[in-house]
C-alpha cells in the first residue's frame, strides 16, 4: 500500500505540471484584458502603462516561469515564515504572486475568505451527508413505498431545481415576506456573545439549506442504489438465517457494505468544497472563494485565477488519491500493488 | 410677570440650545449599511480598476474640489475655486494655484499641507507606478508647493479649463508620509497602505477585505462639527443589482444601493412597497450606435475596416458612407420604446453625443424624438436603393445588410431585437451579434472582437467624459483620433470619420478661455457630427441608485461620487 501511494504521489507531480502550464496558456490565449472593467474615460496610453506595470509585457515563458518560482518556491518560504518563524533566504525582497485587481498578495486573499467558504460550503455538505444517508437507508429499505415515492420525487426536484433558482425563492420568502432571515451575509459578524451566535445562525440558514438540499439529493439517490444492491446478496439472507436482528442486519451488514461508493464519493466532493458554491455565494453575497475565482475570471486577474485552479488541481489530485487509497482500506477485496 | 417671562425665554432657549446641541452630535446615529453589488477591490483610487474603488475611496480621500450633483464645482480642501476673475489662473492660462484651508488634519492627527499633494502628483505621473488617472495629471510641466498651504500647477500649454488635477474622485490627495516610498512599481507592493489610506474625509477605514466587505468609523478629526451623523459605516459588495435594489426597497437590510442596472418593470414593483427612494442622475452617458465609415470585409485582410489615406478614405463603406442611408437608419428608430422597455426612469431618448452639462446641449437635433419611417422609405428610394425580391434594398449589387454588435447584456439585446425589426420595415437586414464585455472592451490587439478594431458595420456602446469639461471628449472625432493598426487602435474615433471643419474646431476650443465660445464651439461640433450621422445617439442614460426611506441625504451625483455629501447623511 506504501509503495502504491509513492507512486502515485510521485506520478502526481508531472501531471501537476502539465495542468499549470495548461490553465497558464489557456488564460494568457483568452481575449482578455485586466483593462477591461476600466471606464471608458480611461484613455488607451494609461492603459497600456497598466498592463506594463502588471507584467504583462514580458514574453509568455518567462512570466510562466516566474509563476512558477513565486508558487513553489516564494510562497511556501512565507508560508514557513509566518506559521513558524523560519526564515530562509531574502525575505524582504521576495517576489509574491500579486493580485491584479487588489495588487495584494492572493495567498492573503484565499487565506480571508476560507473561512466563510469552509462554514458555508463546508457545513451544507455535511448536512447533506447527514440528512442523505438515513433517507437513503430507508428508501431502499422500505422500496416502492410512500416514504420511497415521495423521496424520489423531492430527490429529483433538489438535483434538477438549480440553486440560483432555490436561493432566490429562498430569499424571497424567507427574507422578503415573512422576515425571518437576513439576505445578506455580514462577513465581519464576529461570535463574542450568544446574540451574536444567533445572528450568524441566522445568517447561514438559508444559504446551507439551499446547498445541503443540492447535495442530498444527489447523494441519497447513490446511498439507495448503493444498499439496494446489497439487499439482494447471498450474505444478507445468510445473517438474517442466523437470527441476527433486522436492525443488526441493516445497520452493521448491509450499510457497511453499502458505504464503500458513498465514502469514495464523498471523498471526492471534498475539493468542491473549497471551490465554493459559486452561484449560491453571489446570490447570498458569501464572497468565498468561488465568487473570488468568478470575479477573478471576469476581471481577467489572471494570478489569482491560475493560483486558485492550481489550488484545486491540487486537492482534486490529493483527494482523488484518498478516495483509492480509502477504497482499498474498505473493501478487503481490494489490493494494491 | 417680566421675571417669569425672562425665566421662561431663558429655558425654552436653554432646552433649544441643548436640543441642537444634541442634535448636531458627531456618530449620534449608529451604522450606516451601503450596498454596492460590485465589491471594491482596493481603496487606493489611482490603482482602480473601476468606479466602485473611486466610490470607496471616496469618503476617505479627498480633492481640492468636488463638483455636485448638478455638475457646479465646490472648494472642498480649498479654500475657493481659482478663476482668472480672481487670479487663481494666470493670464496665460499656463498656471493655477490653490489655496488649501486652513487646519485641515489627517485622520491620524498630522497637519494637512500642499507637500502632500505634490507628492500626489509624483506618485501618479510616474510611470511605473500604472496610475490610472494619470491623464489627469497631463501636460503638467511641475506642481510646487508656493508655501504649506499654497500649491501652483504649472501647465506645458494654456488650458482654458485647469481643473483636472485634484479635482473630483478620480484625483484625491494623499499623505505623503503613510506613502512615501510607494511610487513606482513599489507601489503595488505598500498592500497594507493601499488597504488603508489616511485621509481627511468623515471616515477612516477600520477593516478592509478586498471584494467583499469595508467597514469604516467615523473620523474623529473630521474638520465639520456634528459630521458625519452616523459612527460607523459598513461597505458591503457583491451579489447582484436585481437583489441589491430588493435588500434596499424590500427587507430594507441596507440603505443604499448603487448603480441599480435592472429592469424598469421589476424596480418600479420594488418601489411600490414604500421603503425607499430610487434616484436617477444624468451625467453624459449616452448609449449610441456607432457608424463605420470604412468597410469592414474580411476579403481586404490586415485593410479591414481600416481608414486608408489623408482627409479622403479610400476604403469607404459600401453603403454607409451614403448619407441618405445613415439617415434614413436613424429616422427609422423610434427611441421612446427603446427607453420604455429598456431603462425606464433611468433613461431619456437622447439626440446628441454631448447631452449635458445643460449649458452644453444643443436643441438643433430634436428632430430625431420622432419616427419617421415614411420620410426613411422616401429618402432610400429617392437615392436610387430599390427593394429586392427579399425585401431588403440595394443598388449597384450592395444590399442593405448590416453586421450590428455589441456587449452581451440583456437589455443591450433587447435594443437590438427592436432595432433589428425598425430597419426590416426600410428594407435592411440586419444580423445582431453580441460579444462578451470583458472581450468587447478590453482592447486586446491580437482580439478581432473588440469595439476598437469595429470588424462590423454598426456597433452599440455607451460612452461619456467624466468633470463637466467636453472639450477632450469632443476631441475623439477629429481625424487623428481615428482607430488604426498604425496606432494599435488607440484613438477615440472608432467611426472613423475624418472631417477638417471639426478638426478646426477642436483646434479653436483648445485655445478658447470664453464661456460662451466654449459652448459654442461644442454646440458646433455635437450638431456636425449628429448631422452628418458620423454616430446614432440612441438613449441618455442616468445613473439609477435606491436609498431606504430611514435616512435622508443621498442626492446622487453623475459628475463625481455618489457619497459626496455623506458626511451630511443621517437618520430621518
Known amino acids: 500500500m506504501i509503495q502504491y501511494i509513492i507512486r502515485r504521489l510521485l506520478a502526481a507531480i508531472p501531471t501537476l505540471l502539465v495542468i499549470s502550464f495548461v490553465i497558464f496558456a489557456i488564460l494568457d490565449l483568452a481575449p482578455n484584458d485586466p483593462t477591461g472593467n476600466l471606464p471608458m474615460t480611461v484613455p488607451p496610453e494609461v492603459r497600456e502603462q497598466i498592463r506594463i506595470s502588471l507584467g504583462l509585457d514580458q514574453p509568455m515563458h518567462i512570466r510562466y516561469y516566474k509563476w512558477l518560482v513565486q508558487f513553489f518556491v516564494n510562497e511556501p518560504l512565507n508560508i514557513l515564515q509566518h506559521s513558524f518563524g523560519v526564515t530562509i533566504g531574502d525575505a524582504e525582497n521576495r517576489t509574491r504572486i500579486l493580485s491584479w485587481a487588489t495588487r495584494s498578495p492572493v495567498i492573503d486573499l484565499i487565506v480571508e475568505r476560507t473561512p466563510q467558504t469552509l462554514w458555508v460550503v463546508g457545513l451544507s455538505f455535511l448536512f447533506g451527508i447527514l440528512i442523505a444517508i438515513p433517507i437513503g437507508i430507508v428508501q431502499a429499505y422500505r422500496q416502492y413505498s410512500l416514504f420511497d415515492q415521495i423521496g424520489t420525487f423531492v430527490a429529483m426536484l433538489g438535483f434538477s431545481v438549480p440553486?440560483?433558482?432555490?436561493?432566490?425563492?429562498?430569499?424571497?420568502?424567507?427574507?422578503?415576506?415573512?422576515?425571518?432571515?437576513?439576505?445578506?451575509?455580514?462577513?465581519?459578524?464576529?461570535?463574542?456573545?450568544?446574540?451574536?451566535?444567533?445572528?450568524?445562525?441566522?445568517?447561514?440558514?438559508m444559504p446551507v439549506t439551499v446547498l445541503a438540499f443540492y447535495q442530498a439529493s444527489q447523494l441519497s439517490r447513490f446511498m439507495r442504489a448503493a444498499i439496494l444492491d446489497n439487499l439482494n446478496l447471498d450474505y444478507v439472507r445468510t445473517a438474517r438465517s442466523k437470527g441476527r436482528s433486522e436492525n443488526a442486519v441493516l445497520m452493521i451488514h448491509v450499510l457497511r457494505n453499502s458505504l464503500i461508493p458513498i465514502v469514495t464519493l464523498i471523498a471526492l466532493g471534498i475539493p468542491t468544497i473549497f471551490g465554493g458554491a459559486i452561484i449560491t455565494e453571489q446570490i447570498f453575497r458569501v464572497?468565498?472563494?468561488?465568487?473570488?475565482?468568478?470575479?477573478?475570471?471576469?476581471?481577467?486577474?489572471?494570478?489569482?485565477?491560475?493560483?486558485?485552479?492550481?489550488?484545486?488541481?491540487?486537492?482534486?489530485?490529493?483527494?482523488?488519491?484518498?478516495?483509492?487509497?480509502?477504497?482499498?482500506?474498505?473493501?478487503?477485496?481490494?489490493?494494491?500493488? | 410677570?417680566?421675571?417669569?417671562?425672562?425665566?421662561?425665554?431663558?429655558?425654552?432657549?436653554?432646552?433649544?440650545?441643548?436640543?441642537?446641541?444634541?442634535?448636531?452630535?458627531?456618530?449620534?446615529?449608529?451604522?450606516?449599511?451601503?450596498?454596492?453589488?460590485?465589491?471594491?477591490?482596493?481603496m487606493m483610487p489611482y490603482l482602480s480598476g473601476g468606479t466602485k474603488e473611486l466610490e470607496a475611496s471616496s469618503v476617505v480621500i479627498e480633492p481640492l474640489a468636488r463638483y455636485d450633483n448638478d455638475g457646479k464645482m465646490h472648494p472642498w480642501l480649498a479654500e475657493e475655486i481659482p478663476t482668472v476673475a480672481n487670479g487663481g489662473v494666470s493670464e496665460d492660462l499656463k498656471s493655477i494655484t490653490w489655496k488649501i484651508k486652513p487646519g485641515i488634519k489627517w485622520s491620524d492627527g498630522s497637519e494637512l499641507t500642499s507637500a502632500d499633494a505634490v507628492f500626489t502628483y509624483e506618485y501618479c505621473s510616474h510611470p511605473d507606478t500604472g496610475c490610472t488617472s494619470s491623464n489627469y495629471f497631463n501636460d503638467i510641466v511641475s506642481v510646487d508647493a508656493l508655501d504649506s498651504h499654497t500649491i501652483q500647477i504649472n501647465f506645458t500649454v494654456a488650458k482654458p479649463f485647469p481643473y483636472a488635477p485634484f479635482v473630483?474622485?478620480?484625483?484625491?490627495?494623499?499623505?505623503?508620509?503613510?506613502?512615501?516610498?510607494?511610487?513606482?512599481?513599489?507601489?503595488?507592493?505598500?498592500?497594507?497602505?493601499?488597504?488603508?489610506?489616511?485621509?481627511?474625509?468623515?471616515?477612516?477605514?477600520?477593516?478592509?477585505?478586498?471584494?467583499?466587505?469595508?467597514?469604516?468609523?467615523?473620523?474623529e478629526l473630521y474638520r465639520e462639527e456634528g459630521q458625519p451623523a452616523f459612527s460607523k459605516l459598513l461597505f458591503k459588495g457583491g451579489g447582484d443589482a436585481t437583489s441589491a435594489a430588493r435588500s434596499v426597497l424590500e427587507t430594507s437590510e441596507m440603505h443604499y444601493a448603487w448603480n441599480l442596472q435592472v429592469e424598469p418593470e421589476i424596480l418600479t414593483k420594488m418601489a411600490e412597497a414604500g421603503k425607499g427612494t430610487i434616484i436617477a442622475g444624468f451625467g453624459t452617458s449616452v448609449e449610441r450606435l456607432m457608424v463605420n465609415f470604412t468597410n469592414p470585409d474580411p476579403d481586404l485582410g490586415d485593410d479591414r475596416a481600416e481608414y486608408l489615406g489623408g482627409n479622403n478614405n479610400r476604403n469607404p463603406h459600401p453603403f454607409l458612407a451614403d448619407y441618405a442611408v445613415r439617415r434614413a437608419l436613424s429616422l427609422a428608430i423610434d427611441r421612446q420604446i427603446l427607453v420604455d422597455a429598456g431603462y425606464g426612469s433611468a433613461g431619456k431618448v437622447g439626440c446628441n453625443v454631448l447631452?449635458?452639462?445643460?449649458?452644453?446641449?444643443?436643441?438643433?437635433?430634436?428632430?430625431?424624438?420622432?419616427?419617421?419611417?415614411?420620410?426613411?422609405?422616401?429618402?432610400?428610394?429617392?437615392?436610387?436603393?430599390?427593394?429586392?425580391?427579399?425585401?431588403?434594398?440595394?443598388?449597384?449589387?450592395?444590399?442593405?445588410?448590416?453586421?450590428?454588435?455589441?456587449?452581451?447584456?440583456?437589455?443591450?439585446?433587447?435594443?437590438?431585437?427592436?432595432?433589428?425589426?425598425?430597419?426590416?420595415?426600410i428594407g435592411v437586414e440586419t444580423e445582431l451579434r453580441n460579444l462578451s464585455a470583458s472581450v468587447f472592451f478590453g482592447g486586446d490587439p491580437g482580439s478581432p472582437d473588440t469595439y476598437q478594431k469595429f470588424y462590423a458595420d454598426i456597433e452599440m456602446y455607451t460612452n461619456n467624459f467624466s468633470g463637466t469639461d467636453p472639450e477632450t471628449y469632443m476631441a475623439n472625432w477629429t481625424c487623428k483620433q481615428v482607430s488604426r493598426r498604425a496606432n494599435t487602435w488607440g484613438g477615440g474615433n472608432m467611426p472613423r470619420w475624418c472631417n477638417p471643419d471639426y478638426d478646426a474646431l477642436s483646434a479653436e476650443m483648445s485655445t478658447t478661455a470664453d464661456l460662451d465660445d466654449r459652448i459654442r464651439l461644442a454646440k458646433a461640433m455635437n450638431d456636425m457630427l449628429m448631422q452628418d450621422y458620423a454616430m446614432i445617439p440612441l438613449i441618455h442614460r442616468g445613473g439609477v441608485s435606491a436609498f431606504s426611506n430611514v435616512i435622508e441625504g443621498p442626492r446622487g451625483n453623475e459628475w463625481d461620487s455618489e457619497l459626496w455629501n455623506i458626511a451630511e447623511w443621517h437618520l430621518r
Open chain 1, 163 to 205: 440553486t440560483f433558482f432555490t436561493g432566490v425563492v429562498a430569499i424571497i420568502l424567507f427574507s422578503v415576506q415573512l422576515k425571518w432571515f437576513p439576505m445578506i451575509y455580514d462577513t465581519t459578524l464576529e461570535i463574542t456573545s450568544w446574540d451574536n451566535f444567533v445572528l450568524q445562525v441566522k445568517q447561514m440558514i
Open chain 2, 168 to 219: 473630483g474622485y478620480n484625483a484625491p490627495i494623499m499623505q505623503k508620509a503613510q506613502f512615501d516610498g510607494c511610487i513606482g512599481a513599489k507601489a503595488q507592493e505598500c498592500t497594507e497602505q493601499n488597504f488603508n489610506p489616511i485621509g481627511t474625509g468623515p471616515f477612516k477605514v477600520v477593516d478592509f477585505k478586498p471584494n467583499d466587505v469595508i467597514v469604516f468609523e467615523a473620523n
Open chain 2, 1 to 42: 410677570m417680566r421675571k417669569t417671562l425672562l425665566l421662561s425665554i431663558a429655558l425654552t432657549s436653554a432646552v433649544a440650545l441643548a436640543g441642537t446641541a444634541w442634535a448636531a452630535e458627531r456618530g449620534r446615529d449608529g451604522e450606516l449599511r451601503l450596498l454596492y453589488w460590485q465589491a471594491p477591490s482596493t
Open chain 2, 355 to 425: 447631452p449635458a452639462p445643460a449649458i452644453y446641449a444643443s436643441d438643433a437635433n430634436d428632430e430625431c424624438k420622432t419616427q419617421n419611417v415614411d420620410e426613411a422609405n422616401r429618402i432610400l428610394d429617392e437615392a436610387g436603393w430599390v427593394r429586392g425580391s427579399d425585401g431588403i434594398r440595394a443598388k449597384g449589387g450592395v444590399r442593405l445588410s448590416i453586421l450590428y454588435q455589441t456587449s452581451t447584456n440583456s437589455v443591450r439585446q433587447g435594443t437590438q431585437a427592436f432595432i433589428k425589426e425598425m430597419w426590416k420595415a
Open chain 1, 287 to 337: 464572497n468565498g472563494l468561488g465568487q473570488l475565482l468568478i470575479i477573478a475570471i471576469e476581471g481577467a486577474d489572471i494570478p489569482t485565477v491560475q493560483t486558485l485552479t492550481f489550488l484545486f488541481a491540487i486537492l482534486i489530485v490529493l483527494f482523488n488519491l484518498i478516495a483509492d487509497v480509502l477504497y482499498g482500506m474498505l473493501d478487503p477485496r481490494i489490493r494494491y500493488d
